[in-house]
């Protein structure tokens, strides 16, 4: 594991905790399949900081059957966005609750409407904060489609797997966790295309938003996995570096 520190990321000594580690909240932005969940995962242990996925939260609430999750599960099933006010409570009040903007937060799938980066920014000001860098990964449509129609998650963590390009060691097992490996209902069907038609039409918008805000940067997510984790670490620390 690595920690922020200046301009580096250096090795962490488990032992004390994270010593001089600098918060950096990041944003990763990208279309379905782009594997912003694969990175995420791997980011945040890197950065030492939070990896905060809306989906997951949202599937995890359907799955304990909350009032949240109840209303969630309907949008989610059919691919489309959950309304913006019960999307940004969900979120805000998380990282609230959890205090991860003391130590820094990746957040994924989070904001994906113009409203909700606004709302964002809002947040984060009130509590003295706010997001240091946008990561659009990029990756071609064709690309995208055919990740979708091969991914499984994992039933306790959703931890994320390809029939063809990431599979597990013991087919339809967890490899981290032993747990069953399912396809997700929106990954089936219409609800592909309908999910990506959003990304394309709507969410893409917050490119522009990040620019504008001078903390935009872009990735070419369509390498090998760890060939794409490798070059988010690079960016970001120059990213960092040229702001300090
Ligand atoms: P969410 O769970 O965020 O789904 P998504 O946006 O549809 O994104 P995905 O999880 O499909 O893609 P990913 O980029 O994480 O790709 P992954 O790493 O899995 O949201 C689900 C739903 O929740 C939404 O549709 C909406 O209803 C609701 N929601 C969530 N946030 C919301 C918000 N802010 N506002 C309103 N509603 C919201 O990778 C995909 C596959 O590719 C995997 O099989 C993986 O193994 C493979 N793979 C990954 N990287 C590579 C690589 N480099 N090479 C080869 N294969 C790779
Ligand atoms: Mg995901």
């Given at each position: 594991m690595t920690f922020w520190k200046g301009d580096a990321i250096h090795p962490l000594d488990e032992s004390?905790?994270?010593?001089?580690?600098?918060?950096?909240?990041?944003?990763?932005?990208?279309?379905?399949?782009?594997?912003k969940g694969t990175?995420?995962?791997?980011?945040?242990?890197?950065?030492?900081i939070h990896h905060v996925?809306?989906?997951?939260?949202?599937?995890?609430?359907?799955e304990e059957g909350t009032e949240l999750g109840r209303k969630a599960r309907l949008y989610l099933d059919r691919g489309e966005l959950v309304?913006?006010?019960?999307?940004?409570?969900m979120i805000l009040h998380y990282i609230a609750e959890s205090n991860y903007m003391r130590d820094g937060v990746l957040l994924d799938g989070f904001p994906r409407t113009i409203a909700q980066a606004q709302a964002l920014d809002r947040g984060l000001?009130?509590?003295d904060r706010h997001i240091d860098c946008a990561v659009y990964l990029n990756v071609p449509h064709e690309v995208l489609l055919s990740r979708l129609s091969g991914r499984y998650i994992c039933r306790a963590a959703q931890h994320v797997y390809n029939r063809e390009t990431n599979p597990p060691k013991v087919p339809g097992?967890?490899?981290?966790?032993?747990?069953?490996?399912?396809?997700?209902?929106?990954?089936?069907?219409?609800?592909?295309?309908?999910?990506?038609?959003?990304?394309?039409e709507e969410t893409i918008r917050l490119l522009d938003y990040y620019q504008k805000q001078g903390k935009l940067v872009e990735v070419n997510g369509n390498q090998p996995?760890?060939?794409?984790?490798?070059?988010?670490?690079?960016?970001?620390?120059?990213?960092?570096?040229?702001?300090?």
């Open positions: 004390q905790g994270h010593p001089g580690a600098i918060m950096v909240n990041i944003i990763l932005i990208g279309a379905q399949g782009s594997g990175q995420a995962e791997r980011l945040a242990q890197n950065l030492g996925s809306s989906g997951d939260l949202f599937r995890k609430a359907s309304p913006d006010d019960l999307t940004v409570s000001l009130s509590a097992i967890c490899d981290l966790d032993g747990s069953e490996l399912y396809q997700r209902p929106d990954d089936q069907g219409s609800a592909v295309q309908k999910r990506l038609n959003i990304f394309f996995i760890e060939q794409v984790q490798e070059t988010l670490l690079e960016v970001i620390r120059h990213f960092m570096a040229e702001r300090s």
